[in-house]
């Protein structure tokens, strides 16, 4: 069981950053890939990124490539993402996953956390 809890998000304009984390609890997230995802008003939950259990495989949605980073301290129990030059379509609410996979599909991960509200305004 893992037990995940999303932190950083907020409120900025065009072009700013965040840092959003996920701190998970239990003895096992290393051997968990990672996801981050996000949803949007009337939209269906979207693939963000994600990292391999040991970070040496990372993947990106095309629009964030360049401009988001996901990374992970195995030491600490925590992956983050950070986001830089946000764009309003950026808003969303976003979430971190584990699963057993590294995989894209938000079918494929087994825990998810609570949420953290990104909006970014013109």
């Known amino acids: 069981q893992v037990q995940l809890v999303e932190s950083g998000g907020g409120a900025v304009q065009a072009g700013d950053s965040l840092r959003l984390s996920c701190a998970a609890s239990?003895?096992?997230?290393?051997?968990?890939?990672m996801g981050w995802f996000r949803q949007a008003p009337g939209k269906e939950r979207q693939f963000v990124a994600a990292?391999?259990?040991?970070?040496?495989?990372?993947y990106y949605l095309d629009s964030v490539k360049g401009r988001f980073t996901i990374t992970r301290d195995n030491a600490k129990n925590t992956v983050y993402l950070q986001m830089n030059s946000l764009k309003p379509e950026d808003t969303a609410v976003y979430y971190c996953?584990?699963?057993?996979?590294?995989?894209?599909?938000?079918?494929?991960?087994?825990?998810w956390g609570q949420g953290t509200q990104v909006t970014v305004s013109s």
């Open positions: 239990g003895r096992t997230f290393s051997t968990y890939a």
């Open positions: 996953a584990a699963g057993r996979i590294f995989v894209i599909r938000a079918s494929q991960y087994n825990y």
């Open positions: 990292i391999s259990s040991s970070g040496d495989s990372i």
